[in-house]
């Protein structure tokens, strides 16, 4: 409590000074200078009144002597009342300071101050004498011709604006950039008046022809920041338009999106969908320049998190936002599908981006196979020294996880042999760098286990210790492993799905936590990405080397040095929240 005190007597001192500064000079720069420090006065106010609150009249007087020359300087401040909360923490703060009960003369004189300070801030505007009487001459209150005034003066700038965009390059009509820019510098402590909208919109659509942007940056970092606090609506094509002239902002808000998926303490898919949606991103990403930019957000995301499971479905719920959104603007793509995924084949994305439960049931597995021979081809069959080739197909793949879980499903129904075309599509998911060798025998373990669930779905009574018995198939004992995730997905799809699966779930769904306890406490050490590798270069040809540290770098060249191996990435965990629940 000490420090928050000396604190706020030395922001104190700060802000009077600069409140001087701000009064004595109206000049460009003076008010330059007053527009970037708003943010932060305002979060002084703020603060200023917490303690004032816990004081009477007295003790602020004695504490803050000075403190009616500060408000009263704010109040006489046109941009600080002008922006956002500010002139109602002034009046709060002011409230303050009256005496409730004065004592004296003194005391009644700060009131009778005060209350002329309060009548000025709700008084919207002052007009001269002479204005006053034309006003009342037409009928108007002067608080409504304030508000008329307002709303034709930003009505005529903007379509001065959409005027200047649609002129072009003739020089004649169009609005000088030193304008533009002044326009943008004042809109700041106006940003979030309702009234003001069409202005701001007009500004951020209106593309001059200098070399260089003319907008101020205050001015994107101020609209970004009222977007993301929901202070404007602005539509989507205005927003695309901030992210593409000011990429900060962009950045910015996909940091917003994942604080509040990481403060939010249960995240469902549909809370992730609502948090997603209500950002603009699914639809501003119909853009290729800022689908760009937010999968590589999505990617470096990946790579710091080793693959976090809440990372692969904050993916996959995004992809079908932008999906949806991409239909909804337009039913022909204006984009080739290269510019939003350049890494990878065309044909293969054209294929994944189809809505499996678009494609008729009987053919599923004909595109699931269809699906496995795309990417087969693009991992194992890649020219020797194509370092993209593995990382950049699994990225896109899991892009697109109805398509793995279509899989399992598949598996799980297959009558006779299951397809190998399944199984290397699941072991590549869970073991995207994995050598040709590491993935047969994956598959080799996962297939035994697919036999007891698949003689077990044929048998009229099912029990926990069955289930235990067909997951022991598994020979590989890291629960990390490819094979072990890729078990636990099929156990668990079995429970779902299989006649009386729902019986014995209580008692199985402990299976996954027993097998993980047990193996890491057999867990041998830890083989760096490097060693592991070298172990996986060795054991496959030259031609189908697995993509190293340079790769990763050229996949993600802003994650530095951190590099993931890509075979401990851990399974969804949607798959046990969805048993758990089934559960109860």
């Avoid at 004592?103 to 000025?120: C, M, R, V």
């Avoid at 700041?188 to 659509?205: C, K, M, S």
């Avoid at 084949?345 to 439960?357: C, R």
């Avoid at 021979?373 to 890649?382: C, G, H, I, M, T």
């Amino acid at each position: 409590m000490a420090q928050d005190s000396v604190d706020l007597s030395c922001d104190y001192q700060f802000w009077l000074q600069k409140l001087s500064v701000w009064d004595q000079a109206s000049t460009l720069e003076t008010q330059q200078d007053t527009c970037l420090h708003l943010a932060q006065f305002q979060e002084f106010l703020r603060k200023m009144y917490e303690a004032l609150k816990e004081m009477d009249s007295n003790t602020v007087i004695e504490r803050f002597p000075t403190i009616g020359q500060l408000l009263a300087k704010a109040c006489w401040n046109p941009f600080i009342l002008a922006y956002d909360e500010s002139q109602k923490i002034l009046i709060w703060c002011l409230c303050c300071l009256i005496n409730k009960e004065p004592q004296n003369s003194g005391q009644s004189k700060l009131n009778y101050w005060i209350q002329g300070l309060l009548s000025h801030i709700l008084s919207a505007l002052r007009f001269d004498k002479e204005v006053a009487l034309f006003t009342q001459g037409l009928g108007y209150a002067p608080i409504d011709y304030y508000a008329g005034l307002l709303k034709n003066m930003v009505l005529s700038l903007a379509s001065e604006l959409r005027e200047n965009h649609l002129n072009g390059f003739n020089t004649q009509r169009r609005m000088a950039p030193e304008r533009v820019a002044s326009l943008s510098r004042v809109c700041v402590p106006l940003i979030t008046l309702p009234d003001v909208d069409p202005l701001v919109e007009a500004l951020l659509v209106c593309h001059g022809h200098e070399p260089q942007e003319i907008l101020q940056q205050e001015f994107f970092e101020a609209v970004n920041e009222a977007v993301l606090l929901k202070k404007i609506s602005l539509p989507v094509s205005a927003v695309v338009c901030l992210w593409l002239r000011h990429l900060p902002s962009l950045e910015k808000t996909m940091l917003h999106l994942f604080e509040k998926l990481i403060s939010s303490e249960r995240n469902c898919l549909r809370r992730i969908e609502c948090f997603i949606k209500d950002s603009l991103l699914p639809q501003a990403a119909c853009h290729p320049a800022i689908f760009r930019v937010v999968d590589e957000m999505f990617r470096c995301a990946l790579l710091e998190t080793d693959g976090a499971p809440e990372v692969i479905a904050t993916i996959q719920v995004f992809t079908q936002c932008f999906v949806e959104a991409l239909e909804k603007e337009n039913k022909q793509l204006r984009f080739a599908l290269k510019t939003y995924f350049p890494y990878t084949s065309p044909s293969l994305a054209t294929v994944l981006l189809q809505d499996p439960q678009d494609i008729p049931q009987g053919q599923w597995l004909q595109t699931l196979k269809h699906i496995s021979e795309l990417l087969r081809k693009a991992v194992e069959d890649q020219t020797h020294g194509s370092c993209r080739g593995p990382f950049e197909s699994w990225f896109l793949f899991i892009h697109f996880g109805g398509w793995a879980e279509m899989a399992a499903e598949q598996l799980l129904m297959s009558a006779a042999e299951p397809p190998t075309a399944l199984l290397w599509l699941l072991a590549f998911y869970y073991g995207p760098c994995d050598g040709r060798q590491q993935r047969t025998q994956t598959m080799v373990q996962v297939k035994a286990v697919l036999g007891h669930l698949l003689a077990m779905s044929r048998s009229t009574t099912l029990s926990a210790q069955d289930l235990q018995t067909a997951a022991r198939q598994g020979t590989d004992t890291d629960p990390r492993a490819p094979a072990q995730q890729l078990i636990r997905h099929l156990l668990l799809n079995f429970l779902l799905w299989a006649p009386g699966g729902h019986m014995i779930a209580r008692d199985a769904i402990t299976l996954p936590t027993e097998i993980n306890n047990r193996s890491y406490k057999e867990e041998q050490p830890y083989t760096p990405p490097q060693q592991r590798e070298q172990v996986t270069s060795s054991k496959t040809p030259a031609h189908h080397h697995v993509p190293g540290e340079a790769a990763r770098r050229n996949c993600a060249p802003s994650c530095g040095e951190h590099k993931l191996p890509l075979g401990c990435i851990h399974p969804s965990s949607l798959f046990q929240l969805t048993a758990t629940q089934m559960c109860h």
